[in-house]
């Protein structure tokens, strides 16, 4: 199946930092790809849309100032947390889905983000 | 939107047994997966199955869209199959996005 490589796998970051997360396809181009994040022990929650070459359309109740999404290539989302605080620490993870409709979606590894 | 819920919350089950999990949707969908989250939290494709059945070795799934539901079929469970396995269906009216529900917490005792 199609891949989808997301990096880094975790990361640990002060407070007021910013952190920046990367998500490719491997082997399709994607002009749209998505970021989720998931609370423990809680469902993936979907935060924004990233389309190539435009603006991000963010889900109700995401602060786009603060998640910023870059979608420069047809292989690369970057989703940057700044100035992040302890509640921000979560589990990030990107998708894409290669053109043909027999596959759906897939999923990157997930950034695991700890804020202290 | 279109919400998703699944049945059970929880299963605990000894190696070598079956299951059934469900997947109910309230509207049409576009699409609609079976995905397995292992402890790591990487999302495992396991099926694409907007309609039909399919099966992939112990693994089948059936959806039945015009009643809006799926199933999971799990045989001879493993103690490699415990994680938490979601269903996520496109929404025919919102374009390429999953909503996930909340999931199928399973755990595989030897």
């Known amino acids: 199946g199609a891949v989808v490589s997301q990096h880094p796998s975790w990361v640990i970051c002060k407070s007021g930092t910013s952190v920046k997360i990367e998500c490719r396809s491997l082997d399709f181009q994607a002009t749209t790809m998505f970021w989720y994040r998931q609370f423990p022990k809680q469902s993936l929650m979907l935060m924004a849309t990233s389309n190539e070459g435009s603006k991000a359309t963010y889900e109700q109740g995401v602060e786009k100032d603060k998640f910023l999404i870059n979608h420069a290539s047809l292989t690369l989302s970057t989703l940057t947390v700044t100035s992040a605080h302890p509640e921000d620490s979560s589990f990030y993870i990107c998708s894409a889905r290669p053109e043909t409709d027999e596959s759906g979606a897939f999923f990157g590894q997930g950034t695991r983000l700890t804020v202290v | 939107g279109i919400q998703v819920e699944q049945s059970p919350p929880d299963l605990i089950l000894q190696e070598g047994a079956n299951s059934t999990l469900r997947c109910n949707f309230s509207?049409?969908?576009?699409?609609l997966q079976w995905f397995h989250q292992n402890p790591w939290g990487q999302l495992i494709n396991l099926f694409y199955?907007?309609?039909g059945t399919k099966q992939n070795g112990r693994l089948s799934a059936t959806t039945v869209a015009t009643e809006r539901y799926s199933l999971l079929y799990i045989s001879s469970s493993q103690t490699t199959d415990s994680g938490v396995y979601f269903c996520a269906v496109e929404d025919d009216n919102y374009g390429q996005n999953f909503v996930f529900g909340p999931g199928t917490r399973l755990s595989v005792l030897p």
């Open positions: 199955i907007p309609s």
């Open positions: 509207d049409s969908v576009n699409n």
